[in-house]
């Protein structure tokens, strides 16, 4: 073979391999393209997955990624982090359980002043225990009759008074009535009255 039929070979062959190159390059089919269906919170079916008839479905990144930005909530950097749902319920109920601390205890407030008329009757009140027991320390001893005139022995600790009615002992204190059984007796500042009994034995006349 000379050279002349060896360089006529080679660029037979040349031309076939490009032939073939290209009609490789024209015939593979153009994949199929599919309009994205696919929805935030459902579940995509095995079926669907896997595409219609058994063909591979073939989805456009920047489509799918366009989509998925569309429907993501977008995040706030700066809120606070917050608790889950079971830890804030424990908390709440640690609160509603502790028990509440005791306030400081209040200064009882002052009662009102009396009124006049409360402090009169008080004093009232007041001014007859004292006349009650003032007349109490008198007791009646004995009596006698001197001239028509009935006189009464009446005793104060050791100090024995003969009085008649009318008479004034201790300065306050009225001989009211004088009788055989009974001495009667008045407290001139509060107008109170009471009677002594004769309480010895025999028929009291000295």
Not at 6 to 20: A, E, M, S
Not at 55 to 83: C, E, G, M, R, Y
Not at 127 to 153: C, I, P
Request: glycine share 8%; proline share 7%; no cysteine.
């Amino acid at each position: 073979m000379t050279h002349r039929s060896k360089w006529l070979v080679l660029t037979l062959l040349l031309l076939v391999w490009g032939v073939l190159l290209v009609q490789r390059f024209v015939n593979v089919p153009e994949p199929q393209r599919v309009a994205l269906k696919f929805t935030s919170g459902q579940t995509l079916s095995r079926e669907a997955a896997r595409g219609t008839g058994g063909l591979p479905v073939l989805i456009d990144s920047h489509t799918a990624s366009a989509q998925q930005i569309a429907f993501k909530k977008p995040k706030n950097i700066f809120a606070p982090l917050s608790l889950p749902e079971k830890k804030l319920k424990k908390k709440r109920t640690r609160i509603a359980k502790e028990p509440k601390t005791s306030s400081a205890p209040r200064e009882p407030t002052a009662p009102p002043p009396p009124t006049p008329e409360e402090l009169a009757r008080v004093q009232r009140e007041l001014a007859t225990k004292q006349a009650r027991q003032q007349m109490g320390q008198y007791r009646f001893l004995g009596y006698l009759t001197r001239g028509g005139e009935q006189q009464a022995f009446l005793g104060k600790g050791r100090k024995i008074y003969i009085v008649r009615a009318g008479e004034t002992l201790d300065g306050f204190i009225q001989i009211q009535a004088v009788d055989a059984s009974s001495v009667k007796l008045k407290h001139q500042p509060t107008n109170l009255e009471t009677t002594l009994l004769l309480k010895k034995e025999g028929n009291g006349i000295f």
